[in-house]
Each structure stands twice: as C-alpha cells, then as structure tokens.
C-alpha cells in the first residue's frame, strides 16, 4: 500500500514541535512507526483494525470522497478473485473466472476508497473475526425471506436457495393472500440437489442419562460416535461415466482430498453392477476413518492426517511414522438423504435406515454400516438400557453415542418443529467430572488482541495460556531442580475465571526472552496460536478436563484434546502437578481397549452413570404419571424397596416343557409365578401332558410336582430378604443353572402360570400368589446381561398383556436381573462381614432394571 506524504509531514511538524520545546523527538518517531502494530501490544484494548480507524480517522484516503461508496457487490468480486488464486479453495472457486482482476495490490485499491470506520470492518471481514460481535445467521436470513433459513438447510448454498425464491416469487402477484400456502408447497416439494451439500441437523448435548432420555422421546436409535471426519457423498451414475463428490462438515468440496476413498465407495455401492441399487443418484452420510487390517480395528484420529492430503500436501506430519501397509481408509455409513428422484428428508429414520441397509453392501475394514441399538424411551427398561449400551461404549474407548429420533431428517410439515430431527449427542466427559484429568501447570501466557475485546476487563495482558508438564518431576521434588517443562496444549479462560486470576494470582511474569526460572520445551504443533510472549516464574496450577487424548501434528506425543480449565489452584505447588510421563501412560490407558473384557470395570462405570443422574436414580418409568411406593421408603434409604421371602416359594419349568420353536416359545410368552407357601394353598400344580401340542397360551406349563425340603433355602437360616410375589421368564430357569439352582435355593420350585393365565387371574382378583396384604411387593427376574433383547420383549408384552387391566388390579412390578439372587445371600450371610455388591449400596440397586 503507497505511503501518503502528508503522514511524513505529519511526523516531521511533531518533531519540529518538540526540538523547539527543547525535549527529544526519539518516543515520537518509535510511536509513528509502531503506530500500525499497536494492536500487538496487551492492555490496549486495540485490535487491527482499530488500528486502521485511528490511522484513517487522523489521516483521512484523498480518494474516499471522489470515488464514491464502494458497494458490497465490488469487495464480494474482490474476495472471490483472491479466493479463486488460493489452494485451499474448493475446485468450483478455484476454477471460477472473477470479474475484478486479482492482481497483488488489490485490496490496497480498496482501502485507498474506505472512510475510517468501512476500513475498521473491511478488515474485519477479511481475518474472517467480527468478535466480540456475533449475529445469529438465520435471524438475517429471516429478515431477508422468511423460506431462506428453511431452504439453506436442504440446499446450503446462496446462489441455489435465492434462485428457489425467485422461482416462487414468479409464479405469484404481488402481495397475493396465497404468498403463504404457496411458499409451505415449495419447500414441501423442495429436494436435495446433486453438487449441492445438505444442511446438517441440529443437536443437543447430553448432561446426563437422565437428561438424555428426558430430551429423547419414542424410538431413539441409539448409534456409536464414530470419531472420523464427516462425509456427505454424491453419487452421480445418470452419465456414462459415475461421478462421486465428497463434501466435507464445513461445506467445503473435498473430494480431492478424500481421493482414497473413491474405490472404498464404488465397491461397497456396487456401483457399475446390476445389484446395485442406485439407478440415477444418491446422496449419503458417513465418517471417514482409518482401519488396521492387523489388529482390526478402527484407529484413532490423529492417524488420518498421513493418510488424508489437504489439496495435494500432508499437513503437520514430519515427525509422524509414515503410514503402514496394513492401514486403510474406511468408510461408515450412518444415513441415506435421496435415492434417485426420492427425497429422503422428509422420511423417518428407521425406513432411511432399512433404505441404508439395502443400497450399502459392507465390506469388514473397507465400508461398514454404523452400530445402533432402537430403544423405545417410553418403556421402563429404557434407561438401564441405554445405561449398560454407554458403558460398554466408555469400555470400549469408544467418543461417546449418537440418539438419533425416529423423525425426518428435517421437518417442514409443522411450523413449531421447523427442523426436526433434534439428535442428542452423549459423550462421557459431558456427563459430571468424567472429563477431569488432574491439575497441570501453567507455564507462559500469550495475547490476541480480537480475544481480548470479548473480555469486558481492562488492561488485559494475557489471553491463551500455555499448559505444560514437568519432565523432571522428580529431580525437582526431592532437590529443588530447576523446573523443566514440555508445552502440551494452550486453554482459555471464561470471564469470570480470567477475573478471578487477575484478583488473586501473583505469580510473577517475565517476557518469555528473560525467563530463566524455568526451562520451556515448545514444540512447534502445539505453538499455533499466538506465541508464547510471557512466561511464569512461579507457575500456576489449572484442574483441567478434557474430551479425550489427541496427537497433534510435529508433537509425537500425547496431549489434551479440547482441554477445558474447571478449576484454578491458588494453594497447589506446580510440583505436584501432572508430570510429562504421567500424561503419556494417562492417555495409553484411556485409549487402549482391553485385550480381555473386565467386568468389574463395566459395573463401576454403570454405577457411576448411575450416581451421576442429578437428585439420585434416573426416570426409569417416564410413561406414566407419579406412583405410589411398593413399601415405606426411607427417605435417606436406597429407594429400591428391600424384599423378603418365605423359605419355600414356588417354581420351576423344565427344559420338556419347551415343546416349541424358540421363535414362536418366545421369553415374552412365558412367566414362572414364585409364591410363599402360604399363597400357593389355592394354585394346583398342571399335568405335563398339558404341554404338550398345547399353546403356551391356552395352558400352563407342566411342572415337577415336587414339595422342596424344608430348610432347602439357606436363608431360612439366616432370614431371606426376598419376600415377595414374583414372575421369572420360563426360558430363562430352563437354559441357565446357575440361575435355576439359585431359585431352589431360595426354595422356588411349585407352581407356573403363562402371561395370558397371570392376566386372567388377576382380572378375577386372584393371581398367583395374590396376597391378603394389599401392598405386597411384585417382582420380575429377567436376564438383562445375555439377553437384553429378550428382556425388552418379555417387558414389552407384560405391559401389553397388563393394559387391559383396572388400575386397581394394576399393582407395580419391579425389575430386577436373575443376578440379584446371588448378592441376596451375600446380603443375608452373617458370617460375611464385609459385604461387596459390585460397588453398590445394596443388591437391588446393582441389578434394578424398572418398573412396568
């Protein structure tokens, strides 16, 4: 950009000024100078282009009043012409023809036409950073047209979205009545365009398994985070030759890049081949990850970036191994947006799923479909459900789970929905402090003057903070050695912990050129913000969190991966902070999968996603409306209410009795009613040759008539805590002994009902087992652990089978798995002192499943 002459006169009349005052002219020739990079200085409360302002506020351009206002068509030329010479730019900006020339001084041609304050915010403009402003996109869309945020979302491109309104606008008069009907009927019939990416959906974080089901409603497919780089594939075959187009999360065309996945796609589409199902087109979604074919298994994230180019160059990887043989791209496939002339955004997820299904043929380690499980949030089991689902998950070192509603993908049809499709995502380090990794230390600060002006705190000199690691932790504990530190990632501080420090920290701060009470290692993928400018003498101490560990680029090391400050330390010594070694074993161990599955560790992260539900249990019955409690309940009690039983209950199904197939002898037709001895006075134990040719429907099952021993339950003895009328699934005492001996054990053995005769005899007032005792306590056992689907099933036609029934013969039934048989005896044994139950209180809250 030219010098202007009158700023040198400038200078020199305030350098005449002061020779003539007798005083030194040095400080105003360094402030002339350096008035343009003032803005790197902290505490100014200047960023570039205030800088810019103040220099066109004093100095106004010459040219700004002759040739008129610039208009936003030309600096929209200006940016595309220096967008289409860049290489990060998609194909279509790079081979667009510009109307304005891009030669080198261009926006100096610009700013030589702005008045001070259309400078301030060209500047603005082109670092891409209005903060602290923010304006919320779709309310400007709005006040353009009230379709164009709806439109963007299916067609996310403002050349094609303001074409559609036109079109719409052409076929009305001016100010028509049918302005309204007309416009619903266009985005109704609106598709998603090949070349064009689709808008995401919208999403929310779950804090909780509470507050996810209490978001959730109805089926929710509940489906794997796939810790990749999204995908959206277009897939063109209507042409003699089929055209792929890759678009990647940000919207930008990055099929070039993704080059390697070309064949990946072709092959798992069958493209070319009459079983493939695409006649025309189609557009997917998916997660590009990589595979190793030895271990067979997907890899972490940061081993994309040797295998994924960044328009023709790797990126961040000279100190990366080169990528191995056996390791290849893959994709995961998770949703289908149109197939041929179908669109598909306005159909549920479950029937985009079966369509997913059919047009993806899976290839183990090339092309896979997503793993889900569909919970039906109503139903009581949900929520045990989709806690057991996200332990396995936190076991498997797995990023977390998706909840995807059984909706469209995107809503036109009701106007207070207009998105729809609200997918709920549940990750572990959302959820309490599962996130918090321990206090690390703070060893420098930088500044960014943009960062500073979202602070309403004046004279701010610090805005990133450099986290760092002791690699001499010992050394300095035991003999007071100078601290050695390794940079492992950068955080920011919110207001009121920035104010916080700033009020109570006093560490002393050096520039960093100066510093010589500690030794900093920097390396250069972690230093790629502002640099580290100051460091601290006597480091602090943050309590940090994070949302997994990560290998940035140039590091070869583990780090934090989107550390987050919880807490900062004002009583700690940086000594007893995280140290280098401690960090790099912290994140094997978080992100190394067991090579054998401890059960011990997927019970104590049940019981901690349990204890994590805010005010104790999670709903566990949200279908239904406040209900009376099985007993008494202490309120500092566990609220599972305890049961006892007699010593000699009732029942057990032999394995003869299974005179069907297992598909149509399903668990959900089959109960075992479990009675004291003095409620199955009145039941008559069933013939075997009932059995047999007979539905399970129409009969009760054959039993062994056979009366137990009279001390055959220990806890005769030691005084049984199982006192209840209970149902166990018929299935499962004929396929598990453990669980059969266990029930003889608490002297179950006489008497069995199907679903259809319980129902019956409770229409009639006398169920099994029916009670003098109104509110005596109902429980079903079921095997939630090996047959979880089973179980659903079994609940799932209880609750059906129990509809028809008053409210008054409805009484309540809690679920528990079969296991909770065996921490019952531990409970009742006096000779176990110390009493264990898998980290839990008490044996029914370690296997409570619900209530029906």
């Known amino acids: 950009m030219p010098l202007h002459f009158s700023l040198i006169c400038d200078l020199l009349d305030e350098c005449q000024r002061l020779r003539l005052a007798r005083r030194p002219n040095k400080q105003a020739v360094f402030a002339w100078v350096a008035e343009l990079a003032r803005y790197k200085q902290p505490g100014l409360g200047l960023d570039l282009a205030d800088c810019v302002e103040r220099i066109l506020t004093t100095t106004p351009n010459p040219r700004y009043a002759q040739d008129g206002k610039i ?5 929209d030329d200006v940016l595309h012409a220096l967008a289409s010479k860049i290489r990060w730019s998609s194909p279509a900006v790079r081979s667009r023809t510009a109307r304005t020339q891009c030669h080198p001084d261009v926006l100096a041609g610009i700013y030589r036409r702005l008045g001070a304050k259309e400078a301030k915010w060209f500047t603005r403009l082109i670092l891409k950073d209005f903060q602290p402003l923010i304006l919320e996109c779709n309310l400007v869309y709005g006040c353009c047209h009230p379709l164009l945020p709806l439109i963007l979302k299916i067609q996310d491109d403002f050349a094609a979205a303001i074409k559609v309104i036109q079109d719409v606008r052409g076929t009305m008069l001016p100010n028509s009545t049918r302005a309204y009907r007309t416009n619903r009927a266009a985005l ?35 489906e794997k985070k796939i810790d990749g780089e999204y995908c959206q594939i277009h897939v063109d075959t209507s042409g003699q030759s089929q055209s792929i187009q890759i678009f990647s999360k940000s919207g930008k065309d990055s099929t070039e890049d993704r080059q390697g996945l070309r064949g990946v796609i072709t092959k798992s589409l069958q493209l070319g081949l009459p079983s493939s199902k695409i006649r025309k087109k189609c557009i997917l979604e998916g997660e590009l990850v990589v595979y190793n074919d030895l271990e067979q298994k997907i890899l972490p994230f940061h081993t994309i970036r040797n295998h994924v180019a960044r328009r023709g160059h790797f990126l961040n990887t000279e100190d990366d191994s080169p990528p ?7 994709i995961v496939y998770f949703d289908i947006l149109l197939l041929d002339d179908r669109s598909l955004l306005d159909v549920r997820h479950s029937e985009r799923f079966k369509l997913l299904e059919q047009v993806v043929h899976p290839r183990k380690g090339r092309a896979e479909l997503v793993s889900r499980h569909v919970i039906d949030i109503r139903l009581a089991f949900a929520v045990s459900e989709l806690r057991k689902v996200f332990a396995n998950v936190i076991m498997d070192r797995g990023e977390g789970l998706v909840l995807k509603p059984d909706e469209p993908y995107f809503n ?16 572990k380090e959302y959820i309490g402090n599962f996130g918090d990794v321990g206090d690390f230390a703070v060893v420098g600060a930088g500044f960014v003057a943009s960062k500073a002006k979202t602070y309403a705190i004046s004279n701010l000199q610090w805005t990133h903070f450099y986290i760092g690691c002791l690699d001499n932790k010992e050394q300095v504990q035991r003999w007071n050695a100078t601290p050695e530190f390794t940079v492992v990632s950068v955080v920011e501080l919110n207001e009121g912990q920035l104010e916080t420090l700033l009020k109570f920290g006093n560490s002393l701060t050096v520039p960093l050129a100066e510093n010589n009470a500690t030794r900093l290692k920097i390396p250069k993928g972690i230093e790629t913000g502002p640099p580290l400018a100051f460091a601290f003498c006597n480091p602090l101490v943050f309590d940090l969190r994070c949302f997994s560990f990560d290998k940035p680029g140039n590091t070869g090391f583990w780090t934090l991966r989107f550390p987050v400050v919880s807490k900062i330390h004002f009583d700690r010594d940086f000594s007893e902070t995280v140290s280098f070694e401690e960090l790099q074993l912290m994140a094997e161990d978080a992100t190394t999968v067991p090579e054998l599955e401890d059960s011990q560790e997927n019970l104590a992260w049940i019981a901690r996603l349990e204890r994590s539900d805010p005010r104790g249990l999670p709903v566990d019955a949200v279908q239904s409306g406040p209900r009376r409690p099985l007993v008494d309940v202490d309120g500092n009690a566990s609220q ?4 006892t039983c007699d010593s000699n209950a009732a029942v057990y199904s032999p394995p003869e009795c299974r005179l069907r197939d297992d598909n149509q002898c399903a668990l959900d037709e089959l109960l075992v009613g479990i009675d004291t001895p003095a409620q199955k006075k009145g039941t008559v134990s069933e013939n075997e040759e009932a059995c047999e040719g007979t539905s399970v429907k129409e009969t009760a099952h054959a039993l062994e008539n056979k009366q137990p021993p009279p001390s055959s339950c220990p806890a005769v003895v030691l005084g049984c805590a199982t006192n209840a009328t209970a149902a166990v699934s018929s299935l499962l005492l004929a396929e598990s002994t453990e669980s059969a001996q266990l029930l003889k054990a608490h002297g179950v ?36 652990v090996k047959d979880p689907v089973e179980a659903k099933n079994l609940l799932a036609r209880v609750e059906e089978a129990r509809s028809g029934l008053s409210r008054r013969q409805r009484d309540l039934i809690t679920v528990y798995d079969w296991r909770v048989l065996r921490h019952i005896t531990v409970l009742e044994d006096k000779s176990i002192t110390n009493k264990y139950y898998d980290g839990f209180r008490d044996p029914w809250r370690r296997w409570y499943c619900g209530i029906i």
């Open 71 to 75: 208009t936003v068509e030309e600096i």
């Open 188 to 222: 109704l019939s609106l598709k998603p365009q090949l070349g064009i990416k689709v808008g995401r959906q919208n999403w929310l974080k779950a804090r909780s398994i509470k507050h996810c089901v209490n978001m959730g409603h109805g089926y929710m497919s509940v």
């Open 324 to 330: 191995k043989p056996w390791e290849r791209l893959m």
């Open 412 to 427: 036109f049809h009701h106007n207070d929905e207009p998105f729809g499709g609200r997918c709920i995502k549940l990750k």
């Open 640 to 643: 599972h209410p305890a049961m």
């Open 749 to 784: 053995l006489d008497a069995a009902t199907s679903v259809d005769q319980w129902i019956e005899l409770a229409r009639a007032g006398s169920t099994p087992g029916a009670s003098s005792k109104k509110d005596r306590a109902k429980m079903l056992l079921v095997d939630s």
